[in-house]
T-cell receptor, first 115, second 111 residues
Framework: SQTIHQWPATLVQPVGSPLSLECTVE??????LYWYRQAAGRGLQLLFY??????ISSEVPQNLSASRPQDRQFILSSKKLLLSDSGFYLC??????????????FGPGTRLTVL | GQQVMQIPQYQHVQEGEDFTTYCNSS?????IQWYKQRPGGHPVFLIQ?????EVKKQKRLTFQFGEAKKNSSLHITATQTTDVGTYFC???????????FGTGTRLKVLA
């Protein structure tokens, strides 16, 4: 069976500090991978998605970046955090076959507070 | 760009009452998914609709996809306290891998 891991679960960082959040998927190959951000009490904002190693699509211009150095590893980074980067960061994966049953499976998320 | 709106934003119901949330997309969708997020948790997939006019049922939950594939609804019959959470729709336009999530409807059920 497939599992998705995210860490850390919670993170408190000062403004201007760097960020690295990691997401890994087990039990499947060549998944589509997604990073979402959810502000408190709000909906999910798609930040990045990837359909393969090294292939990243950015949805929102901001000070965040994403990388996919391995097939099942997705990393969200920032060189300098802003107060507005606070939120609940969710990684998700789906099967990659076009037109197939492709629900998204979400990780447990990382709660980031920027002070 | 594609936008997906949901109404209402919040809904408080007495246990046993029915509940409906509506999802509207600015563009025609290839398919639509529904997710439930419990307080403090992550979204969990409920169902996917693909065909125009499709209706699916899961026990007390009924999901509909509009004829024009631009809107959808989720109806819960006789709500229970376990139904508490935020319900999101997520629509995907054809030719893309990405899903745009709706703004969500937060449901509270009063016992």
């Amino acid at each position: 069976s497939q599992t998705i891991h995210q860490w850390p679960a919670t993170l408190v960082q000062p403004v201007g500090s760097p960020l690295s959040l990691e997401c890994t998927v087990e039990g499947t190959s060549n998944p589509n991978l997604y990073w979402y951000r959810q502000a408190a009490g709000r909906g999910l904002q798609l930040l990045f998605y990837s359909v393969g190693i090294g292939q990243i699509s950015s949805e929102v211009p901001q000070n965040l970046s994403a990388s996919r150095p391995q097939d099942r590893q997705f990393i969200l980074s920032s060189k300098k955090l802003l107060l507005s980067d606070s939120g609940f960061y969710l990684c998700a994966w789906s099967f990659s076959l076009a037109g197939s049953y492709n629900e998204q499976f979400f990780g447990p998320g990382t709660r980031l507070t920027v002070l | 760009g594609q936008q997906v709106m949901q109404i209402p934003q919040y809904q408080h119901v007495q246990e046993g009452e029915d509940f409906t949330t509506y999802c509207n997309s600015s563009t025609t969708l290839s398919n639509i998914q529904w997710y439930k997020q419990r307080p403090g948790g992550h979204p969990v997939f409920l169902i996917q609709l693909v065909k125009s006019g499709e209706v699916k049922k899961q026990k007390r939950l009924t999901f509909q996809f509009g004829e024009a594939k631009k809107n959808s609804s989720l109806h819960i019959t006789a709500t229970q306290t376990t139904d508490v959470g935020t319900y999101f729709c997520a629509g995907r336009a054809s030719g893309t891998y990405k899903y745009i999530f709706g703004t969500g409807t937060r449901l509270k059920v009063l016992a």
